[in-house]
């Protein structure tokens, strides 16, 4: 029954939510979508929850091979709903205890499911594509640092904003966006100055991968760009994300370590003969789901 049961969770599409949407435009590209647009996308609870769950889904579904990420309406995210903050995070604290270290505690908690929320995309198998216009501000950047490529609309505008409203980015930034840059001083001059960055300096500076005109270019380019990905073997695709994530925690030699253990079993995997067949023949591939 347990069994029947994962097999079940890991062929299931059908999955509902009230903050997001998830589509399959062909079975090997998910598409999750951001859907609070009279909210700019800001991040309730509710999103946050949905955006883990989303993730979690796809990372045990057996066709995805990879997923794209938008934002529906005027932006990809405008960051945190304050309202939703100060009654889920803040009032529900203040309401359970008047001692601090208990509300400690319970901030902590808070706190883990939020980075845990944050840290799904990274987690997730199978790659991540983030297709951002319009604002993306302070959960924007979380969300999209833990994300594997990001592309963006010219017009997209940027910013860390915590700083602003008297804290330090708690959820992913300050650990991810630095090492997705490669440049400490301009990552701490943005997380310290809170100021708006655009399109053009974040591809200059290496946030982005591409820049596009407008709305409909970067949603193309992000598809063409998950059609490309999605016709190679999946446990490639697995084996990269997962080596490529690994790396960029460990030194040089931990993750030819880990990589050298990981391939021991890939190498012995039918999609190497499947490529390999195919390159001779000059045909298109075909890898069977995972």
């Known amino acids: 029954q347990l069994a029947t049961a994962i097999i079940n969770l ?110 799904a995309p990274e987690n997730c198998r199978i790659p991540v594509i983030a297709a951002i216009h319009g604002y993306c501000i302070g959960a924007g950047i979380d969300l999209s640092a833990a994300c594997d490529i990001r592309l963006a609309t010219k017009d997209a505008k940027f910013t860390i904003k915590e700083v602003d409203i008297g804290l330090a980015a708690d959820i992913g930034t300050l650990q991810r966006f630095s090492k997705v840059v490669g440049n400490d001083a301009w990552a701490r001059e943005l997380a310290l100055t809170a100021r708006y960055f655009d399109a ?59 990589v050298r253990t990981l391939n021991t079993a890939l190498l012995q995997c039918e999609d190497n003969v499947t490529a390999a067949m195919a390159l001779l023949s000059k045909s298109v591939p075909k890898f069977a789901k995972l």
Do not use: C
Request: aromatic share 8%.
């Open 10 to 119: 890991m062929e299931d599409n059908k999955l509902e939510f009230s903050t997001i949407t998830l589509e399959f435009p062909v079975p090997e590209i998910a598409v999750v979508t951001l859907n609070r647009p009279k909210k700019l996308n800001s991040m309730n609870w509710t999103m946050f929850m949905e955006i883990k769950s989303v993730f979690q889904h796809l990372a045990v579904m057996r066709e995805p091979r990879v997923v794209v990420i938008k934002g529906n309406g005027k932006s990809f995210s405008s960051g945190l709903d304050f309202m939703d903050a100060n009654e889920n995070v803040f009032g529900r604290v203040q309401a359970q205890s008047d001692d601090i270290g208990r509300r400690a505690i319970l901030y902590h908690q808070i706190l883990q499911d939020l980075q845990d929320s944050m840290s």
């Open 200 to 258: 053009p300096e974040a591809l200059e500076n290496g946030y982005l991968s591409s820049v596009h005109d407008t709305q409909e270019d970067l949603y193309d380019a992000a598809m063409k760009m998950a059609q490309t990905i999605a016709a190679k073997s999946p446990v490639a695709i697995v084996g990269y994300k997962n080596a490529l994530v690994y790396s960029r925690d460990h030194t040089v030699a931990d993750g030819l370590h880990h």
